[in-house]
């Protein structure tokens, strides 16, 4: 999923659906400068439910070619989903699977203008949603790297609220870029 010259560790987030951007995280120590692409940036997107929202964040891989086996990945991630809730805490959920046929690992992120339940333990419904599907040979070191570094930044209520409150997709940008830079 990652783009040419880029480490296969990273994680890649690529274009969805209706011309939805999508945001670009890559898992390696540089500033958020570096691996943050604002175009690729879904934001504020309303679905009926979890199930809905993850199938959607599969398709746009599928639409970018980043994957080619829909079924599965949907799948894994529901799967997933069933064994324990993937809801964290303030509003944020990291829904993720294994594919076979991945070369390195793929997030899409959304914030959400309608909260779904993810069943986290703090009951807030999540309006931070990261998608993250591996390879399947990348069930250790790399996919738990890949989940600690889309969580970081989120473990602050108050960069959480701020996030909450970016009115425009560039506000919501600039606040994950300075998180990822500190």
Request: net charge negative.
């Amino acid at each position: 999923c990652g783009h040419p010259g880029f480490s296969p560790a990273g994680v890649s987030i690529f274009t969805g659906l209706g011309g939805f951007a999508l945001l670009t995280i890559m898992v390696m120590e540089t500033s958020g400068e570096d691996y943050l692409q604002h175009s690729r940036l879904l934001f504020d997107v309303s679905y009926p439910d979890t199930s809905s929202l993850i199938s959607a964040m599969v398709e746009t891989l599928v639409t970018d070619g980043r994957l080619s086996d829909r079924a599965a990945a949907l799948s894994s991630v529901l799967d997933r989903d069933k064994v324990r809730p993937t809801g964290l805490s303030l509003g944020i959920a990291c829904p993720h699977g294994f594919v076979t046929g991945l070369s390195d690992i793929c997030v899409v992120v959304a914030r959400l203008a309608t909260p779904l339940d993810f069943g986290a333990g703090d009951g807030v419904p999540a309006r931070h949603v990261f998608l993250v599907l591996s390879p399947k040979t990348a069930t250790g070191g790399p996919h738990i790297k890949a989940l600690a570094s889309i969580v970081r930044c989120y473990r602050n209520a108050r960069l959480v609220g701020m996030l909450d409150a970016a009115g425009s997709a560039e506000e919501y940008f600039n606040l994950l870029t300075g998180c990822l830079d500190a």
